[in-house]
């Protein structure tokens, strides 16, 4: 099991941006694909971004394409994600989550079911 923590979320107003970060705490951390999910209130955890464990393969979901960058240090085992021109409807709990990067999805980067190691997440707020 893999220990996650995110940080650096916060409130912002739209158009703005924010940096969230996740640490790790396994010795193998460069073995693991890492993904970003957010869910808001009344929804489903979606898949925002997700980063292979050799950081060559970086998928993003459709909403947020050209606006944020997922990246990842396997040194500093952390991941992060900016988040340009923010808006409101990324207002959400934003986690970080681990899958091994030897085994193959089941179903697909963007599916919470397909991780099993999730930090307690961090809020982001976009307000007007």
């Known amino acids: 099991q893999v220990q996650l923590a995110e940080s650096g979320g916060g409130s912002v107003q739209a158009g703005g941006s924010l940096r969230l970060s996740c640490s790790a705490s396994?010795?193998?951390?460069?073995?693991?694909?890492m993904g970003w999910f957010r869910q808001a209130p009344g929804k489903e955890r979606e898949g925002v971004a997700f980063?292979?464990?050799?950081?060559?393969?970086?998928e993003y979901a459709e909403p947020v394409k050209g606006r944020f960058t997922i990246s990842r240090d396997n040194a500093k085992k952390m991941i992060h994600l900016q988040m340009n021109s923010l808006k409101l409807e990324d207002t959400a709990m934003y986690y970080c989550?681990?899958?091994?990067?030897?085994?193959?999805?089941?179903?697909?980067?963007?599916?919470?079911?397909?991780?099993?190691?999730w930090g307690k997440g961090t809020q982001v707020t976009v307000s007007s």
């Open positions: 980063v292979d464990f050799g950081g060559g393969r970086k």
């Open positions: 989550a681990a899958h091994w990067g030897f085994a193959p999805f089941k179903e697909s980067w963007s599916k919470a079911s397909d991780y099993n190691s």
């Open positions: 396994v010795p193998d951390y460069s073995d693991f694909d």
